[in-house]
């Protein structure tokens, strides 16, 4: 089977920056995610939490690593997959649009190939399911002022409800 791509989108009353400040914090991510853990493997070529940063995650059923490959300030975060799933060129690109009114557009995009052959339509719906919940996830914990108030952003750039919108795909 060829690459497949799979996206989730969701709407946050969240700025872009404290979005992008979530998703490139891994320490973040155990407060708004269904990880359970997080570990910095090793620190970015010329800051901790940035590119070449490699991150390990787990679940209840699963611990991956991922390296950050490259890094918009509010507006993409982009990392690979370096072990964890069957997957070959795994690739995500996170993109971040500012909404007119407020609060930020999000768009969480994977391609991958997978190892085995006949394996690519459960592995795109898995990976279709995963991103849409995380997706809601990011959107939902962004909005919520509680989560990592350490990020240094100001809470009021943040609307004070959680209302947040993820289209069903």
């Known amino acids: ?3 497949i791509e799979v996206s989730a989108r969701a709407e946050t009353t969240a700025s872009p920056a404290r979005v992008f400040a979530l998703l490139k914090d ?10 359970k853990s997080y570990e910095l493997e090793r620190p970015g070529d010329a800051e901790p939490l940035g590119v070449g940063s490699v991150r390990v995650f787990t679940t209840a059923v699963s ?6 490959v490259e890094l918009t300030p509010d507006r993409r975060f982009s990392y ?9 060129g795994y690739r995500a690109d996170v993109d971040l649009e500012s909404r007119p009114g407020g609060g930020t557009s999000i768009r969480w995009c994977s391609r991958f ?7 690519g339509w459960f592995w795109a719906l898995i990976m279709r399911r995963t991103l849409h919940t995380v997706t809601g996830q990011l959107a939902r914990g962004a ?12 809470p009021r750039a943040n609307a004070a409800s959680e209302a947040v919108r993820t289209p069903v795909r």
């Open 1 to 3: 089977m060829g690459q």
């Open 26 to 35: 891994g320490s973040t991510w155990t407060q708004w995610t269904m990880f």
């Open 63 to 68: 611990k991956t690593r991922e390296e950050v």
């Open 80 to 88: 690979t997959l370096l072990s964890g799933f069957p997957f070959v």
């Open 113 to 119: 190939r997978v190892k085995r052959s006949g394996t």
């Open 143 to 154: 909005a919520n002022a509680t989560i990592a108030p350490q990020l240094g952003l100001d």
